[in-house]
Nanobody, 125 residues
Framework: EVQLVESGGGLVQAGGSLRLSCAASGFTFDDWTIGWLRQAPGKEREGLSYINNRDGSTYYADSVKGRFTISSDNAKNTVYLQLTRLKPEDTAVYYC??????????????????YGQGTQVTVSS
């Protein structure tokens, strides 16, 4: 059974930083693509970033490029998302998501199909 457990959210002032963690189990971690998306109240889900653990390639949405960094620790089966220079508009519930690489090439990040429970990030102005 695929399980994704996020942690690391919280309240931070604008300009601050947070590191989100996604602990994964139930699949071959170093063979899958794992990513992050977010959803703010009243808004659609937004795909932010992914890392393909098979080849190490990464992707960032324009809205977070240069501010967020994704990384993977295969020994811990954990993917991280480092959030820096946070803005109030980054306030949302952040979800970890995952799928196998072939499927990740066919689907957008918001439709990978496996999700964690989410972690709240709140950025105050």
């Amino acid at each position: 059974e695929v399980q994704l457990v996020e942690s690391g959210g919280g309240l931070v002032q604008a300009g601050g930083s947070l590191r989100l963690s996604c602990a994964a189990s139930g699949f071959t971690f170093d063979d899958w693509t794992i990513g992050w998306l977010r959803q703010a109240p009243g808004k659609e889900r937004e795909g932010l970033s992914y890392i393909n653990n098979r080849d190490g390639s990464t992707y960032y949405a324009d809205s977070v490029k240069g501010r967020f960094t994704i990384s993977s620790d295969n020994a811990k089966n954990t993917v991280y998302l480092q959030l820096t220079r946070l803005k109030p508009e980054d306030t949302a519930v952040y979800y970890c998501t995952a799928t196998w690489p072939e499927r990740s090439k066919e689907l957008p990040l918001t439709e990978y199909g496996y999700y964690g429970q989410g972690t709240q990030v709140t950025v105050s102005s």
